[in-house]
Structures are given as structure tokens and as C-alpha cells.
């Protein structure tokens, strides 16, 4: 059979005459001619044969957004892929992917895991000069590809989410010279924590009402009252972002997007950020995701660099206000969102944002725009302990 083909396709004999010189069935060689019948491969088949390239192309893109895949990673990616199909592949108790299969999968799709340096080693070199200069490579990289395709400040986007706690700290205040022990009134000694999640572009233009996470299992009514308008409340265990709830944000931030393609999002590297289905809404509607380096956001962020202090500032003294005016011992999560309503039209405004961007040289592109104050190539900007987000964002090099 396969000399009847190579004659046909090499030689040029017709069909029939190779059928009869080969001795080979007529019906059967033109089938096979015709790609009607298949190729027989012995095994098994893969668990995720119908989606595996498209898991392969969720892991490269991760490494091209600057989030390198682990292991977990990969894992997790595998998880959400079989949901898509009528039932689980993965027949143990945790319905997951097995240490064999991911083997398997790696050397099936030619990937291989790199050794991740240790963390304290990781973390001695995350807040240097190179660890900089190796984003804003890829910065230029990303510039490089889009702007020609008319990639404009309005199209870049940074979001992020940050902390509004109910208890406040207390400005400076008059008192007479060598007083001591000068006291003000505050929020309290411990407060409930409400997530904000703020989404801007780089021109200012282009604001998002903000999205607030509550800790609990419902919402109530009065916790939406004097909010900025068009904001959007939701919940969690522990009042942080979750899986879920970012993909509803992400819907939500590309139903507000206008028209102009492509869109660049930059944002950090949480676990929660990074989903299959996530990366499939982007790539269907021209997102670009850029997550910046784990440790590097208080520098590299431009809400971190323009917005957030003014806000932190202004909420704490809108705070302040409303307990002096209606004598309260602190606010609460009731007044949560009407502190913010007054705080975000003061701190939220296209001069900060824009120097956000233009601080961390995001936008212009400028790799210089912002020193590391004492920091050197060998040495780093800070020796403080792991957080748990810190954790969650471990630099691990990419798969290639």
C-alpha cells in the first residue's frame, strides 16, 4: 500500500494503474490517497488529546506575560481544560492530573521545567538594577509589537488591588512645644479589611468604577451607599480577590473597553490573575497581559508609583472627618464605600495616574525614569520577610 502511494505521489502513476501494478485494491488505495482512512496509532490515546495544544499555546503564553508556568501551574491549566470536556479524564479521587500524565504531557508537547533558584537567593535579586532592566526588555519587546499596530496611551491599562481598612491612622496634629503623649481620635484598634480593585489607563482618560470585596457570604443594601458611581460589590471568605471573582472583573473591564485594538493590561503575577480562561478572553479580544516582576510592583506599578498614597491619604482623611463630625469611635464596613466616594473623585485623577506612568517609565517608555535609591546590581532594596502574596508570586524561571 504505501509503494502504491509513493508512486502516485512521486511517481505520478494514476490510482488505478497503482492499484494494479501493486496489487492492491482499487477502493482501498483510493481511500487511503484521499486521507479517508487514518493512520493507526497503538497506545493509549491522551487523557486531553482534543485540548492539549491548547493547553501547550495557555503555558507558553504565560511565559510570554512574564509568569513563568510551575508545575502547579500546569496542573491547574490541565484541571481547567478537562472541564471543558463531558466528563473528567482524570478518574482519581481528586479528579486531577497525575505526576505519570504530567510527565507524559511534557514530553509529548517537548517542554521542560527549569530548577527555580531558592528563595532567598530569589528574593536577594528580585529588587535589582538587572531584575529591572530585564522588564523593560520585555516592555520593549510587547512596544515593540504593538505599537505599530496602533498601540496608544489610551490602550494601555494598569489594575491592581489594594487594601481600605476601617481603621485609620491620624495625621499630624498642633500641640503646644514639648508636649507629650498627644493623642487624636481614630478608626480603633483592629478593623475589618475591604479589598478595592482600580483599573486605569495611561493617558488618565479612561477610569474604572472601582470594585470592592467584602469579607462575608452576602451584601448587604446599605453597604453600597455613597459609592463611586458605577461600582461594583462582591465577596470573599477573607475580602480578597479569588479566581472567580476575576473573571467576572475581567468580563466586566472588556465589556468597558472602547473599540481601539490592541489593549495592553499590565498587572502583578497573582495566582488568581493567571487562569486558562482568563488567557482565552484576552487573546479573543487583543489583550495583551504583562504581569511585572514578584517584588518589584511598589517601583515598577504605576498605581503604586502615582495613585495609591494619594488615595490611602484621602481616605484616611475622609475617615477622620467622618468621625469627628458624627463623634464615632470608628467607621465601619457600612461606611466603607461613602468614605471612598469622597476620597476617589481627590486622589483618582488623570495628573496622578499619568504621573504613575510616567514615574515608573512605563509610559513614555523610559527604563530610567525611576532610580532604585541605593541599590546597585549585586544588592538589594529590601531584606523584609516573605509575605504571603510574595508566596503566591515566586519567581520561577519559565518553561521553554
Not at 471573582?245 to 468580563?251: C, D, H, I, N, P
Request: aromatic letters at 8%.
Amino acid at each position: 500500500m504505501e509503494l502504491a502511494l509513493n508512486a502516485i505521489r512521486n511517481g505520478g502513476m494514476s490510482i488505478r494503474s497503482a492499484a494494479k501494478n501493486y496489487g492492491v485494491p482499487y477502493v482501498s488505495l483510493n481511500r487511503h490517497y484521499k486521507g479517508a482512512t487514518k493512520t493507526f496509532q497503538p497506545g493509549r490515546k491522551p487523557k486531553l488529546q482534543t485540548y492539549e495544544s491548547e493547553l501547550r499555546d495557555a503555558v507558553v503564553i504565560m511565559v510570554d506575560m512574564g509568569h513563568g508556568a510551575s508545575k502547579q501551574d500546569v496542573m491547574d491549566l490541565a484541571v481547567q481544560t478537562a472541564e471543558k470536556a463531558e466528563r473528567s479524564p482524570f478518574k482519581n479521587r481528586e479528579q486531577r492530573p497525575s505526576d505519570r500524565w504530567y510527565k507524559a504531557f511534557m514530553k509529548r508537547q517537548q517542554l521542560c521545567l527549569r530548577q527555580p533558584e531558592n528563595m532567598s537567593a530569589a528574593r536577594f535579586r528580585m529588587a535589582t538594577i538587572q531584575v529591572r532592566d530585564e522588564f523593560f526588555s520585555k516592555l520593549k519587546e510587547v512596544f515593540d509589537k504593538l505599537l505599530p499596530l496602533g498601540l496608544k496611551a489610551g490602550q494601555i491599562y494598569n489594575t491592581d488591588e489594594t487594601g481600605l481598612c476601617v481603621v485609620t491612622k491620624s495625621g499630624k496634629v498642633i500641640a503646644p512645644k514639648g508636649s507629650r503623649n498627644v493623642r487624636a481620635r481614630t478608626g480603633g484598634e483592629r478593623g475589618e479589611n475591604v479589598t478595592a480593585i482600580v483599573t486605569v489607563n495611561a493617558s488618565g482618560s479612561h477610569i474604572l468604577p472601582p470594585t470592592l470585596i467584602y469579607r462575608g457570604k452576602s451584601l448587604n443594601f446599605e453597604l453600597t451607599d455613597g459609592a463611586p458611581e458605577g461600582t461594583v460589590f462582591g465577596y470573599s471568605k477573607k475580602s480578597f480577590i479569588d479566581s472567580e471573582l476575576f473573571v467576572e472583573w475581567f468580563q466586566r473591564f472588556i465589556d468597558a473597553l472602547p473599540p481601539p485594538r490592541p489593549v495592553l493590561l499590565l498587572m502583578d503575577g497573582h495566582a488568581c490573575h493567571i487562569q486558562l480562561k482568563v488567557i482565552e478572553m484576552a487573546r479573543a479580544n487583543s489583550i495583551h497581559i504583562l504581569c511585572f516582576p514578584p517584588h518589584t510592583t511598589s517601583y515598577l506599578q504605576p498605581l503604586d508609583v502615582g495613585v495609591f498614597k494619594p488615595l490611602k491619604s484621602a481616605f484616611s482623611q475622609e475617615s477622620s472627618k467622618l468621625i469627628r463630625k458624627n463623634k464615632l469611635k470608628q467607621i465601619n464596613r457600612y461606611q466603607v464605600a461613602r468614605v471612598l466616594g469622597s476620597a476617589w473623585a481627590k486622589a483618582i485623577t488623570p495628573m496622578n495616574i499619568q504621573g504613575g506612568f510616567r514615574g515608573s517609565g512605563i509610559w513614555p517608555y523610559n527604563p530610567d525614569a525611576f532610580v532604585l535609591p541605593g541599590v546597585h546590581s549585586d544588592s538589594t532594596l529590601s531584606t523584609a520577610s516573605d509575605s504571603p502574596s510574595d508566596l503566591e508570586q515566586s519567581p520561577i524561571l519559565p518553561i521553554t
